[in-house]
Each structure stands twice: as structure tokens, then as C-alpha cells.
């Protein structure tokens, strides 16, 4: 069983930044980056393979957020720059501990463990 504790999230102005964490109990291998809003579907936002090597992230986050781990830490971040109104919503992590795929996990199914969930709010 692993245990997965976001950390950082908060109200920020647009054009903002925020850095997120998400510290696990134990071993983990691919892990990622979720949000929900109000009235949305869970969406992919990143993900980073076991070693560091791979990452992936959405569109809409392309050059404004970057996830990377600190694996001799069991964590995960996601710094977040240039926030717009948009990208409010619960940003979850999420850990697999299968396998170590080189590849990165865009869909929850994917995953074993989630954290809490951190709300993010960006005002105009």
C-alpha cells in the first residue's frame, strides 16, 4: 500500500506560478499529474516515466508546466508557470507500481494509487 500526499496548491493571480508535490510512502514507478473541474471529466495534465526519462503532458500545459521527480525523495512536482484562469481545478498525482515502463501512463486506469487532491484556483 502507498500512501501519496499532495502538497502546494493554492489561489494564485494569473500569470502566476505555483509548484506542487507529491511525496509517496513507498516505491513507485510511473507516476502523473490529474485534474477535475467543476462539471469536467478528470483530465491528464503530466506524467514522468520511473527514471525520469520520459515525460508527457497535455497540450494546454505545453511549455508552462514541467513535472519532475526526486526519486531518492519518492517525489514527484509539477511546476506550474504562466497560470491562467483555465487551469483551475483538484490536481491530483497519481503512482503506478507495477512496472518500470519507459513510457508514460496517460490514462488513470493506468494508475494504482491517488493522492487527495490539491485545489488550484487562478482568478483574472
Given at each position: 500500500?502507498?500512501?501519496?500526499?499532495?502538497?502546494?496548491?493554492?489561489?494564485?493571480?494569473?500569470?502566476?506560478?505555483?509548484?506542487?508535490?507529491?511525496?509517496?510512502?513507498?516505491?513507485?514507478?510511473?507516476m502523473g499529474w490529474f485534474r477535475q473541474a467543476?462539471?469536467?471529466?478528470?483530465?491528464?495534465?503530466?506524467?514522468?516515466?520511473?527514471?525520469?526519462?520520459?515525460?508527457?503532458?497535455?497540450?494546454a500545459v505545453k511549455g508552462r508546466f514541467t513535472i519532475s521527480r526526486d526519486s531518492s525523495k519518492n517525489t514527484v512536482?509539477?511546476?506550474?508557470?504562466?497560470?491562467?484562469?483555465?487551469?483551475?481545478?483538484v490536481y491530483s498525482c497519481a503512482a503506478d507500481t507495477g512496472y518500470r515502463a519507459n513510457s508514460v501512463f496517460t490514462q488513470p486506469a493506468s494508475y494504482d494509487y491517488w493522492g487527495q487532491g490539491t485545489q488550484v484556483t487562478v482568478s483574472s
Open positions: 500500500q502507498v500512501q501519496l500526499v499532495e502538497s502546494g496548491g493554492g489561489l494564485v493571480q494569473a500569470g502566476g506560478s505555483l509548484r506542487l508535490s507529491c511525496a509517496a510512502s513507498g516505491r513507485t514507478f510511473n467543476p462539471g469536467k471529466d478528470r483530465e491528464f495534465v503530466a506524467g514522468i516515466s520511473w527514471n525520469g526519462g520520459s515525460t508527457a503532458y497535455t497540450d512536482y509539477l511546476q506550474m508557470n504562466s497560470l491562467k484562469p483555465e487551469d483551475t481545478a
